[in-house]
T-cell receptor
Framework: DQQVKQNSPSLSVQEGRISILNCDYT??????FLWYKKYPAEGPTFLIS?????DKNEDGRFTVFLNKSAKHLSLHIVPSQPGDSAVYFC?????????????FGKGTRLSVIA | DGGITQSPKYLFRKEGQNVTLSCEQN?????MYWYRQDPGQGLRLIYY???????QKGDIAEGYSVSREKKESFPLTVTSAQKNPTAFYLC????????????FGQGTRLTVV
């Protein structure tokens, strides 16, 4: 069963507009969340993270929002640029992880149209 | 400069042969991971290691083997027992396991011919 779900396989947005990528999780032990960006034939690169003690974290054009009660997080990109076109992965981890590495969603392919 | 190096970038293997993918990191990270990416499947965990000489199976370990004899190295062997080995393989490392970002290598595209 998927513990981290990205229900939208793809998203198209016009350049300059806002991109909103969504992620849901089922494991209530998760309390650290990350977003990665991946170009074809390359490794994912870390974008932004958020701890469960916060509900928002901002880094330039990227903002992640966390709604713990809904077990939902989202990544906002404003304004969207053509170079943002990539696959975005949501990942989660419990603080007291024991033997649990990051758990990834299946990704959302973002296309920013000029 | 520090990072994770995977080699080779592209690898071709004949069906029935074992092949080893290299992963080296100079970040002094304790934890290392191997993931596999298939279209529409996201990143699936194959094996991971928290410390030298210790490793655990991930979600799809069947047909794979690993070793962790040195902190900086975590090679993955794709054996002939792996039914569908053609995929993009990603190695990652983190300073510790859990509650921290993992850093990825550039990946190895394995194709079975």
């Amino acid at each position: 069963d998927q513990q981290v779900k990205q229900n939208s396989p793809s998203l198209s947005v016009q350049e300059g507009r806002i991109s909103i990528l969504n992620c849901d999780y089922t494991n209530s032990m998760f309390d650290y969340f990350l977003w990665y960006k991946k170009y074809p034939a390359e490794g994912p690169t870390f974008l932004i993270s958020i701890s469960s003690i916060k509900d928002k974290n901002e880094d330039g054009r990227f903002t992640v929002f966390l709604n713990k009660s809904a077990k939902h997080l989202s990544l906002h990109i404003v304004p969207s640029q053509p170079g943002d076109s990539a696959v975005y992965f949501c990942a989660a981890s419990p603080t007291f992880s024991g033997n649990t590495p990051l758990v990834f969603g299946k990704g959302t392919r973002l296309s920013v149209i000029a | 400069d520090g990072g994770i190096t995977q080699s080779p970038k592209y690898l071709f293997r004949k069906e029935g042969q074992n092949v080893t993918l290299s992963c080296e990191q100079n970040l002094n990270h304790d934890a290392m991971y191997w993931y596999r990416q298939d279209p529409g499947q996201g990143l699936r965990l194959i094996y991971y290691s928290q410390i030298v000489n210790d490793f655990q199976k991930g979600d799809i370990a069947e047909g794979y083997s690993v070793s962790r004899e040195k902190k900086e190295s975590f090679p993955l062997t794709v054996t002939s027992a792996q039914k569908n080995p053609t995929a993009f393989y990603l190695c990652a490392s983190s300073i510790r396991q859990g509650n921290t970002e993992a850093f990825f290598g550039q990946g190895t595209r394995l194709t079975v011919v």
